[in-house]
């Protein structure tokens, strides 16, 4: 990692950079749920922040968080070095709640959009559950409940992807970033050298 662009993201970056996303997620897309990726992945901070700026449209009140868990990267009991990096594990899923998608709003949230992989699992799984509780009911009744999904993520790195989302997906990203090493701050056992050096890089971008 040592030839590697290392950039470090402060918990104050992170939140206002979902701050500045939640005021065009409400007037475009206006979610009722968040879906969170953790499990390694940590989605579950950047879906609790947002969840502080994005109220149901309807209600008013707070949006519900779901969470699933996918891994990509890590190794995980019975997985395989083959499986590393190629192939999206899933460590919780919504199971039999899959239920409570019918006519909702998701916002699926993660922290960074790498290759695309996960999220494209993401989506395309869920749909499939959805499609599933969707044809158990009466065809009249059917395209009210199928769920529509969109996708927020902190950081985008500007790169080549490996999948692809459905056109029909909005797809939000906090900021774009080049093809670097982020450091979050919820990795960091040193939060004190982590902001340093962040402070650090941000002195030498504008000098």
Same mark, same amino acid.
């Given at each position: 990692?040592?030839?590697?662009?290392?950039?470090?993201?402060?918990?104050?970056?992170?939140?206002?950079?979902?701050?500045? &996303?939640?005021?065009?997620?409400?007037?475009?897309?206006?979610?009722?749920?968040?879906?969170?990726?953790?499990?390694?992945?940590?989605?579950?901070?950047?879906?609790?922040?947002?969840?502080?700026?994005?109220?149901?449209?309807?209600?008013?009140?707070?949006?519900?968080?779901? !969470?699933?868990?996918? &891994?990509?990267?890590?190794?995980?009991?019975?997985?395989?070095?083959? =499986?590393?990096?190629?192939?999206?594990?899933?460590? =919780?899923?919504?199971?039999?709640?899959?239920?409570?998608?019918?006519?909702?709003?998701?916002?699926?949230?993660?922290?960074?959009?790498?290759?695309? *992989?996960?999220?494209?699992?993401?989506?395309?799984?869920?749909?499939?559950?959805?499609?599933?509780?969707?044809?158990?009911?009466?065809?009249?009744?059917?395209?009210?409940?199928?769920? *529509?999904?969109?996708?927020?993520?902190?950081?985008?790195?500007?790169?080549?992807?490996?999948?692809?989302?459905?056109?029909?997906?909005?797809?939000?990203?906090?900021?774009?970033?080049?093809?670097?090493?982020?450091?979050?701050?919820?990795?960091?056992?040193?939060?004190?050298?982590?902001?340093?050096?962040?402070?650090?890089?941000?002195?030498? !971008?504008? &000098?």
């Amino acid at each position: 990692m040592g030839d590697i662009e290392h950039v470090y993201a402060t918990y104050n970056d992170i939140h206002n950079i979902i701050a500045k &996303s939640a005021a065009q997620i409400a007037d475009e897309f206006k979610p009722d749920m968040l879906i969170a990726i953790g499990a390694p992945r940590p989605g579950f901070f950047p879906a609790r922040v947002l969840r502080t700026f994005l109220k149901d449209p309807e209600s008013k009140r707070n949006i519900p968080i779901q !969470a699933i868990g996918l &891994s990509l990267y890590e190794s995980l009991p019975g997985t395989t070095q083959e =499986q590393i990096g190629s192939e999206v594990i899933r460590t =919780q899923w919504l199971g039999p709640e899959s239920q409570i998608l019918l006519g909702r709003r998701a916002l699926i949230v993660d922290e960074v959009d790498d290759s695309r *992989k996960t999220l494209h699992y993401a989506v395309s799984e869920l749909q499939k559950d959805v499609e599933r509780e969707v044809a158990k009911l009466p065809d009249a009744e059917r395209e009210a409940k199928r769920t *529509k999904f969109a996708v927020f993520v902190v950081h985008n790195k500007l790169k080549e992807k490996v999948a692809d989302l459905p056109a029909d997906v909005p797809y939000y990203s906090g900021a774009d970033v080049g093809d670097k090493w982020l450091n979050y701050p919820w990795e960091a056992t040193d939060i004190a050298e982590h902001d340093r050096l962040a402070a650090e890089a941000k002195a030498k !971008a504008t &000098s």
